[in-house]
């Protein structure tokens, strides 16, 4: 029996996006399309006439189950040259994309959706992120100790993951907390900074964050920090919860 062909969502994105490079506009569009290369976030793509730089083909292909092989471009923007910058799966078996192509999200310095500054890759339309302070009881504890305790955490949800509780460094016991040279970046979000956990001699790796300046709409968690559940006790008011099972886990 022959395999089925990975299904490729493309929607519309009603939003005004602009990629810019050294103060030039690489591309200006208020037609541009959701498309889901992999399950978490999808990827922007552009009809061809809004891309302001020439397209220049390289020889190189990127290939995909799903949309087809892609050619490979070259991007002309004022005299330099971006190698491998961009793609269009021109004979795709996805015909919405035939007319489209796709910029590398690093070609460019900055990103926009209508005026504000996106980082990282394209957010999600599906995805959520609301803060709330709560009084709910949070325990954090690792191989029977307990690491933080607070009546005043801050609850982040966010769309496809359980519950983070960002709680006061104050509350936190910081003497048992070694920062590591890991980091992250969420475009809902920003960027995180990690910490190793000592307890009885075992090091617990990148099991706590934070962010000392997240993105506005996040900005009610700046300086907190957070556990991952799926690796650590958590009782909350007074009742053990089970560790979630995520792609963190």
Known sequence: MAATRPRVRVE???KWIRGVLAGATVVDSRRARYVWEIPYYPAW??????VAAELVEN????RSPSRGIGTRYDLHVDGRVLANAAWRHVDSPV???RDLVRIEW???DA???EDVEV?????????????LASSRHVRVSIDGTVVAETRRPTVLYE??????YYIPKSDVRMELLSPTDTSTACPYKGWANYWTVTVGGNEHVDVAWGYRTPLPESEPIAGLVCFYDERVDVELDGQPTERPRTKFS
């Open 12 to 14: 519309p994105n009603p």
């Open 45 to 50: 793509y552009f009809p061809v006439d809004d």
């Open 59 to 62: 020889g190189e292909t990127v």
């Open 95 to 97: 015909e919405e994309l």
């Open 106 to 108: 690093d070609a460019v």
């Open 111 to 113: 990103w926009f959706e």
């Open 119 to 131: 980082f990282v890759h394209p957010r999600s339309p599906e995805v959520r992120v609301d803060t």
């Open 159 to 164: 769309t496809g993951l359980p519950p983070r």
